[in-house]
């Protein structure tokens, strides 16, 4: 049995996803971000982020290193290519380099507060888009050239972690689905019942189960 302390919709997302995959018997704990964290809470998560995953009485945390756990830990359900196989580097690398090169930047984007400013301006707020667009921009190349996953023709929890980003971009000036590739690659995945169920039961609104809204 897991317990993953989530926000609808954050960076416990593909986590969520994830979790469906593998067909594990879980349990939620909503986090509401928006009031201060329980000392309950704080004494398993010190940041007071989402996600954490309790696994035998132990807290876990960081999406990516929770998503490397789970495959690791269930390696019937293919979240990720088996060590030592064709692939296994390549999903290692983009399930690090996602959690910087998105993960980093849209931390700033939402959370202004960690450089300093009360909110952003015009100003502040352009470097931080240029950043995510790039990135969208090497990951759309990257997929014109090897899709439509990160791995391929093969599925991984990596897509999972690019979607959930993804997502956090649909109310920026150029959404990542602007990028026909990534458009691709999110229709692709979204429609997996494990995505579906996560979004469900977090009843989120777009990007479900009948495509990206």
Request: charged residues 20%; contains cysteine; glycine residues 8%.
């Amino acid at each position: 049995m897991y317990t993953l302390y989530y926000s609808p919709g954050a960076a416990s997302l593909a986590v969520h996803a994830a979790i469906h995959e593998t067909g594990a018997d879980h349990q939620l704990v909503n986090v509401d971000l928006d009031v201060p964290r329980t000392d309950d809470y704080l004494r398993l998560n010190p940041q007071g982020t989402v996600p954490t995953l309790l696994i035998d009485g132990l807290a876990h945390r960081e999406s990516a290193a929770l998503l490397m756990l789970l495959a690791e830990r269930h390696p019937e359900a293919n979240l990720a290519p088996a060590p030592g196989a064709p692939g296994r580097a390549e999903w290692l690398q983009w399930t690090v380099a996602l959690a910087t090169s998105l993960g980093g930047p849209f931390r700033l984007w939402f959370y202004p507060q960690d450089v300093g400013l009360a909110a952003h301006d015009e100003a502040s707020r352009m470097p931080v888009r240029r950043a995510l667009e790039a990135g969208f921009e090497r990951i759309a190349s990257h997929l014109a050239a090897h899709g439509p996953y990160l791995l391929g023709e093969r599925f991984s929890s990596a897509d999972y972690q690019l979607c959930m980003y993804m997502r956090w971009s649909r109310a920026m000036p150029k959404p990542a689905t602007e990028w026909p590739e990534l458009d691709r690659l999110a229709r692709l995945a979204t429609a997996r019942p494990a995505w579906r169920g996560a979004v469900s039961m977090e009843s989120l609104q777009g990007w479900h189960l009948d495509g990206i809204q």
